[in-house]
Structures are given as structure tokens and as C-alpha cells.
């Protein structure tokens, strides 16, 4: 028997080898068809993205693996009968037709294979980047920080700009981090809610100031605040801020918001969620530190010594720029402001704002009460409205549910609240973490809570202010005394999402 002349494809007759080219070819099929599919209709899926780009490459290689596996078995099977005719190595000899039409055919599936996997590896490297692989993907997970992305200011920036950013290191670390999250999501262990802040999240300024410059930001910026009170007539509210980004020049106040980002300010949180600051570092240009300690939590020497000092950057304030949750009543007054929803029906803020911050089980369960809810008010206690209202009431319920599809997950336990957001004050304590009046340093000096340290009031309009007068101050919508300077905003605030929390009855 002279296996020299023995064509080198009877080798892969076999189970292995034809099973192995069969996956080969079903995979290549797919993946062209899949990639071809996308292209013509530029429908991007997350769950097809997973099968072109990581299922049906992984059973390219898995088919084409496992042909010369089949091979070397035959061939090994063959050798054990004749051992002094077959060589341990297969020779290559060009001068042989089989084995030249092999080699060539070897030499243009290899350029196929290598061309097929290169393009699946790059739309695959393209995909892990891409906003529907880090939202729709985990779906159940991600769907609460996905959704606040996607009715954000940031929606058109991708998720790998600012929770990687450039460079390999990053990317390396952001994967590894991934493959625990993907474990957590197959083993179901991951926390409901997510747990924030991220531990570890590169720096701001290697990623949120590629396109903001906090130190160039010199003047103010206007923001006329505009809340709807929850009464009968929704009544109309509006406060005219100048916020003092950049600050105002030859005034006490000419540092502006943004000094905290042009000077090196350090704090130690003795909470995961950094709300509560009882020390901060302040370093002079000059290099001159300042320490403030909280007069009713200080520090000892060893703590401060022992405790994870923080550098601030733009996330300590900025904490939410993307990902933002908004209470009901804010999002009422959105509604009111946009015309989406009709101001003049009565109480609706009001009772829209209760619906919304009851406990349900799902987002069916509470799509539903809000339909009934709204429904049942207006028919018991508006019944001629009801009926001449009935678009306007339809159209409310169409956008009270909305609203309650954008901040409230009762599968991840997330609702607008879950998250504080450090900007502002209103709903959590934000800038009164530092600026409470109650930090001071060994020379005396207090982190004031002078309102207009932050912003100046241009005007304001409301029930309990006679038109024309000229405000320089914020007026409380109710007399609440001195409470306005003692108390936070948030501690009465927070829990129920309204301009007023209680807002007086609705009942006709």
C-alpha cells in the first residue's frame, strides 16, 4: 500500500471532520447573512449582535478545529497498521496533484476564514462599544440606567466615553469588571437596586473634560425655574436664577461655582453614598491648606489619618449627568411647561404626583391604577369636566404613565429617588453636604450657606408675591420662618416629589 498516492481528503472522511465542516459552513452562512441583513436594514439588536459577532464566529473556529482533529485521528489510525509507510509528519510535496490542489485550497480558506473573522472581530469590537450592548443587552439590569440615559442631555454620547474612556489600560480594567457583571447577571447575585457610586470610576478629567472645561467657564448662566403648584389651579410659579458658574467679577462671590474643579479640594464621606462629608482639604495656588471639620461629627486625628481621602472632580457634584431620574413633580411641571399636559385640569398635578409615588408591583400594575386613578377622580368630582375633558384627561393619563416609565423600576427596586443627585438641593442635601454653615477650620472660618454664593435671584413669580415687586431673595411659597435657613430643602422635599409636600386637600 503506497499512501504517498492517497489523496489527502479521504482523511476527512469521517464523523469529526465532517461535522466540523458543516458548523464551519452553517457559521459562515449565518454570519454573512446576519452582517448582510444589518447593513441593508441598519437595525441594530442586542441579541443578534450576539450571535454574529461572538456565537457564530466562536462556531467558525469550533468547525474548523475540529476538521484537522479528525484528521489526525484517521491518520494516526491509519499509521498504526503501517507504520514504516507513514510518516509521524505529513509531507508536502507540491509536485503531487492532490496535494497541490489541497495547499491551495488550504492557502484561499485560510484568507476567507482570516477575512471573515477579522470583520466579525471588529463589528464585535464595535458592538461591545456600542450603547445597545452596554443597555439592551443585560436588559432587566440595565433597563433603569439605559432608559434615564436615553432621555438625558447626554443621549448621543456612548456609554464607553465616559465610563472608559481612551487608552488600553482602561479598556482592559472596564472588560474585567464586565466579565464579574456578566457572572453576576448569569448567577442572578446582582444587588437590586445597582449599587452607586462606582468604585474605581476613572477620573472626570480624563473623560468628562474632553469636552467641558470647567476652569473656562467665566460667566453666569440664566435659569428660569419654572413649578406648578399643587392646588386646585395648578397655579403657576416661576424663579429667574442667575447661577454663578464662572461667578461675578469685583464682588465676595467672584469665585463661581467652578473654583471647587480649579483648586484641589480633598473630603473624606464616611458613607458609600458620599452624603455625608464631615472633613474637607482646601489647597491654595499658593499651596497654603485649609482643613474644615464638621462641628457636630468631627474627626479625630487618627481617623482622618486612616480614612480614603477624595480628590473632586466634576462627578461629586455632576454625580448624575447622565443617568438622571426626576421626581413627579418636576417632571409635572415639564409636562405643564411643554403643553403635553393640561394645566387647567383641576388638582391634576396633585393627584397625579399621589399615583405616581404609590408602591406597585410592576409597570403594568401601575399603568393601570394611574388610568383608573385619574379616571375615577375626575368622573366622582369633576363630572361635567370629566366628559368635556375627556381628550384632555386621556392625554394626562397617556403622559403620567410615561413619566412613571422613565423614573420608577419596581423589578430593580429603582425609583426617581433611589439615586441622589448631588446637584442643586431641592430632593438631596447636594451642595448643604459642604456648605451647611457648620464646617469650620482651626482659624475660625465657616464653609458659609450663603444662597448667594451659587446664584443670584433675578425674579420670582407666585401666589404669595404682589406683581411688581422686585425680590432679591427667595420667598418661601408658604411662611415657613427662619426654617428656611436652618432646614434643608430636601428634608421635606424628598419624600413625596411636590413643590409642597402635603399641598392641602383635593376633595371638592
Known sequence: MNNSKTPITRYLYNPISLAGIVLAAVATGLIIAFLAMEMITGVENPYLGLLVYFAFPGMLILGLLLVPVGGFRVRAKMRSGAPEEIPPFPRIDLNDTHKRRFFIFFVVATFIFVLIVSIASIKGFEFTESTTFCGELCHQVMSPEHTAWSNSPHAKVKCVECHVGPGAEWYVKAKISGLRQ??????????????????????????????????????????????????????????????????????????????????EVTYIATDKKRLEIPYISVKDKDGKVTDYMSTEKPLTKEQIAKAKKRLMDCTDCHNRPTHIYRSPGQEMDENFVSGHIDASLPYVKKVAVELLTKPYKNVAEAKTAIATGLHDYYNKNYPKLAAEKAAAINKAVEEVQAIYGRNFFPEMKVSWNTYPNHIGHFYTPGCFRCHDGKHKSPQGKVISKDCNLCHTVLSQKQENIPAGTTVKNFVHPVDIGNEIYTTNCSECHSAGGEDIPGGGSHEK
Open 182 to 263: 456578566v457572572y453576576a447577571v448569569l448567577s442572578h447575585t446582582f444587588p437590586t437596586p445597582i449599587e452607586t457610586p462606582i468604585e474605581n470610576l476613572r477620573p472626570a478629567r480624563d473623560t468628562c473634560e474632553h469636552c467641558h472645561w470647567p476652569e473656562k467657564f467665566y460667566s453666569g448662566r440664566q435659569k428660569v425655574f419654572y413649578h406648578y403648584a399643587p392646588n386646585e389651579f395648578n397655579t403657576q410659579r416661576e424663579v429667574n436664577l442667575l447661577i454663578n458658574i464662572g461667578g461675578t467679577p469685583k464682588t465676595p462671590h467672584a469665585k463661581g461655582i467652578h473654583w471647587h474643579i480649579g483648586s
